[in-house]
């Protein structure tokens, strides 16, 4: 089940950051300041990065079977996704100060990630 919710998620993700990416090169430029809209495309960018990665630790549970280290990392990893760059989606279009200290917030679900993944790969990998 976590394989298909990993699956489903990253993809909805990948698709979300794609549609999110072209609203902000064609419908934001110019309508807000440069800097948010850096931050606008520094959540479309982790988003997809991440979407990608999810979809590789979901590989790796189908070809190498489940551990605790890669389900842990499959969290994070979605935790990141919705805290860090919903977060940075939230200050770019709103300027909602109380949303800054959520994003590294997911900056750490996104550390945990990967270093759960490299466990899990050491566990899995020979």
Not at 24 to 33: D, P, S, V
Request: charged share 10%.
């Amino acid at each position: 089940m976590i394989v298909k919710v990993a699956v489903v998620f990253a993809a909805f993700s990948g698709a979300l950051a794609v549609t999110l990416g072209a609203f902000g090169a064609h419908g934001l430029r110019g309508k807000i300041e440069p800097r948010l809209m850096e931050t606008f495309q520094t959540a479309v960018e982790y988003q997809m990065i991440h979407s990608v990665a999810l979809l590789m630790v979901a590989l790796m549970i189908s070809h190498f079977g489940r551990t605790l280290a890669l389900d842990i990392s499959i969290y994070a990893f979605i935790g990141g996704i919705i805290l860090f760059s919903g977060s940075l989606y939230g200050l770019a279009l709103t300027e909602l100060r109380w949303l800054g200290p959520v994003t590294p917030l997911g900056g750490l679900f996104f550390i945990a990630g990967w270093l759960a993944l490299a466990v899990g790969g050491l566990q899995q990998i020979d």
